[in-house]
């Protein structure tokens, strides 16, 4: 399973856009890129999901680029129930759909 | 529709015993998988479940065990506890073949 890093945290204000950016150095040809946030004591919650180039939903943004080495969750307009913990994560949907999660970025977004 | 539901929200045991723990997945989804987060940490998946037949494992020793139901839900049994096992067990569905959602967690507490 490919391997993925990010940043620990990052801070930002009410209303602006956030970006996070994954390195998945050894994704393999049948990996997904899946993004989830998490609250405190809660289950992680399904944000978005792409295979390539760019892909769009109603919270958020994925880029990919055409190696697809890594990607960035674009967040609009963040507010203050936007701080979590976000995880990104590769894999195939075989295997048993086994997710490995790594360490997660912790986003504060301040007033 | 109602997500993932797990029971109960809160489970305290002692040491050596055992704990049986219940997830009910999406209408419509026919694979579990179970993952434990200890506090601080991305979770770490146990199982996974397709159509009844145990479809992956992770690194966890025997004590840890699963079943599925003919209506897709699914239990997760913990033998002679320990306090390492302490953490949030958290259960979730998958809509195929990529989407995993997760439940709230159960608060399993070992002393």
């Known amino acids: 399973l490919a391997k993925t890093t990010q940043p620990i945290s990052m801070d930002s204000y009410e209303g602006q856009e956030v970006n996070i950016t994954c390195s998945h150095n050894n994704i393999a040809t049948n990996d997904y890129i899946t993004w989830y946030q998490q609250f405190p004591s809660q289950g992680p919650r399904f944000i978005i999901q792409g295979y390539k180039t760019k892909v769009t939903n109603e919270v958020a943004s994925l880029f990919i680029p055409a190696d697809r080495k890594s990607s960035t969750l674009s967040l609009p307009r963040v507010s203050l129930s936007d701080t979590a913990v976000y995880y990104c994560?590769?894999?195939?949907?075989?295997?048993?759909?086994?997710?490995?999660f790594g360490g997660g970025t912790r986003v504060l977004v301040k007033p | 529709d109602a997500g993932v539901t797990q029971s109960p929200t809160h489970l305290i045991k002692t040491r050596g015993q055992h704990v049986t723990l219940r997830c009910s997945p999406i209408?419509?989804?026919?694979?579990v998988s179970w993952y434990q987060q200890v506090l601080g940490q991305g979770p770490q998946f146990i199982f996974q479940?397709?159509?009844?037949?145990?479809?992956g494992r992770g690194n966890f020793p025997d004590r840890f065990s699963a079943r599925q139901f003919p209506n897709y839900s699914s239990e997760l049994n913990v033998n002679a506890l320990l306090l390492g096992d302490s953490a949030l067990y958290l259960c979730?569905?998958?809509?195929?073949?990529?989407?995993?959602?997760f439940g709230p967690g159960t608060r399993l507490t070992v002393t």
């Open positions: 209408s419509g989804h026919k694979s």
């Open positions: 994560l590769v894999g195939d949907g075989t295997a048993g759909n086994k997710l490995t």
């Open positions: 479940y397709y159509e009844k037949e145990e479809r």
């Open positions: 979730a569905s998958t809509r195929e073949p990529h989407e995993q959602y």
